[in-house]
């Protein structure tokens, strides 16, 4: 007998979020004004899709849903809104509702909140919190932007190193202001420095009488404050981290940080990489206005404009060249834009490999004769694609010919670029993924320009 396999539940595209019928229902509530009918229908909606919501408003209706909405609005969902429209949001709130929010919040959120306010707002956030929560957000606002005495909270978990597991047990139970959610007791020494961690699931699996150093993580590993939140993020991801503390100049413990806040920190080094890849602001958000999202791009574009003049001077000089034989205008485009997507390829990989740290100085010559090697291998079943199509459908193997040497040439120079450019960047101190793109579209577009009218000025005139 078959034994019948129970059927697994249906995927839906919008289980993870607010479905049509549900926005519409909200929309038809916020357009009415029925306060009562958006609170029934927002009930049960987690935090974070409410923030979804909220961003995903225009400007005048969200203003509205906030006036409707706004005695509902807690830590969990001021924390979960984007920083692109935090500040409107917060302006909007009643000053009781966002005391009472901002309460609610574990104080790393709280900075992310106010770091980037007004002068007046951020005293309002201030003021609502208790000396205690004042005092450690003021402290982690004095360490750099961007540092992970910014991405810490203050809030940790500490024995000192002499307990055994039942101790700490007891004063785990005994506590009732311990943070929602940690993952490590962190052992100190007498002067508050941090010599190690034990996991929850290790502590309450061990025996009362054992003393805590005896189970402590190999993992262990402590984080400066000044320590860029990038470095951090990676070290997470690195060492497969799930919580780390955070430490002063005097190495005394001052906080920790958790995965979800290093990586939140990854993916959103992962979106800047991709956006400035793309020459768009990484403050750039859907929702922007249309004057704002101009604004942003314009400078890239006039950029733009001007590398590919340098195109059009290459193809300038080869005036009577193209006269003589009209057809190589139409043929000019399939190497440079061939040449522009392989560069893009081999850029992509390399940013990417740069960011994650993957391609450094050491193996640098390896994955350039690797781009090397794959930008010829490319360019030959390129070629020989070209030169049959030259042959049969064209009817002229000399075109054919040219075509498939530029091409051979333009793919070597793209995947190299897509490499050098980025590295020799980075050398600068430049960010690679802000300006690699348009020096390498404008070799690999001057360089099939040039070598595929400079090869039919040999071959065929």
Request: aromatic share 6%; charged share 25%.
């Amino acid at each position: 007998m078959i034994e019948q396999r129970e059927a697994e539940p249906e995927v839906h595209e919008d289980e993870f979020q607010l479905s049509q019928s549900e926005l519409e229902a909200i929309g038809r509530a916020i357009d009415d004004g029925d306060r009562t009918m958006l609170d029934k229908l927002l009930d049960d909606v987690h935090a974070a899709d409410i923030a979804d919501l909220i961003e995903q408003l225009a400007p005048q209706r969200r203003r509205k849903f906030l006036d409707l909405y706004s005695g509902e609005i807690d830590g969990e969902i001021l924390s979960e809104i984007d920083e692109s429209i935090r500040e409107e949001v917060v302006e909007q709130l009643p000053r009781e509702v966002l005391a009472e929010a901002v309460r609610e919040m574990d104080s790393d959120d709280v900075v992310d909140l106010i770091e980037d306010l007004e002068a007046p707002e951020r005293q309002v956030i201030l003021e609502a919190l208790d000396e205690p929560d004042r005092a450690a957000v003021e402290q982690s606002l004095t360490y750099p932007e961007y540092s992970a005495g910014r991405l810490m909270q203050s809030e940790t978990v500490t024995a000192p190193e002499h307990w055994t597991v039942g101790e700490a047990i007891d004063f785990l139970r005994q506590e009732d202001w311990l943070p929602d959610q940690f993952y490590h007791v962190i052992l100190v020494d007498p002067r508050q420095h941090p010599i190690g961690y034990v996991t929850l699931g290790k502590l309450l699996a061990s025996r009362r009488h054992i003393p805590l150093r005896e189970i402590t993580e190999d993992s262990f590993r402590t984080i400066s404050a000044r320590e860029d939140e990038g470095d951090v993020a990676y070290a997470f991801n690195k060492y497969h981290l799930i919580s780390a503390p955070v430490v002063d100049d005097h190495d005394r413990l001052v906080g920790v940080i958790t995965i979800d806040d290093a990586m939140s920190v990854l993916d959103e080094e992962h979106e800047e990489d991709f956006l400035r890849m793309a020459r768009v602001s990484d403050d750039s958000h859907v929702s922007d206005g249309p004057l704002e999202t101009a604004k942003q791009r314009l400078p890239w574009l006039i950029i733009n404009l001007f590398t590919a003049s340098l195109s059009a001077l290459v193809i300038s000089r080869f005036e009577q060249t193209l006269a003589q034989l009209v057809i190589l205008a139409a043929l000019m485009p399939i190497v440079a834009s061939t040449g522009g997507i392989a560069g893009t390829q081999s850029l992509a990989v390399a940013v990417r490999a740069l960011a994650t740290r993957e391609l450094t100085s050491s193996n640098a010559r390896r994955v350039i004769l690797r781009e090397l090697l794959a930008g010829l291998l490319n360019g030959l079943g390129l070629a020989l694609i070209l030169t049959l199509a030259g042959t049969f459908i064209l009817g002229d193997i000399q075109i054919g010919l040219v075509l498939g040497m530029a091409m051979i040439a333009n793919q070597i120079v793209a995947a190299m670029g897509g490499v050098l450019v980025p590295l020799g960047l980075g050398k600068l101190g430049l960010d690679p993924a802000l300006a690699s793109g348009t020096f390498v579209t404008t070799m690999t577009d001057m360089m099939g320009f040039f070598a595929f009218l400079g090869l039919a000025s040999w071959i065929l005139v």
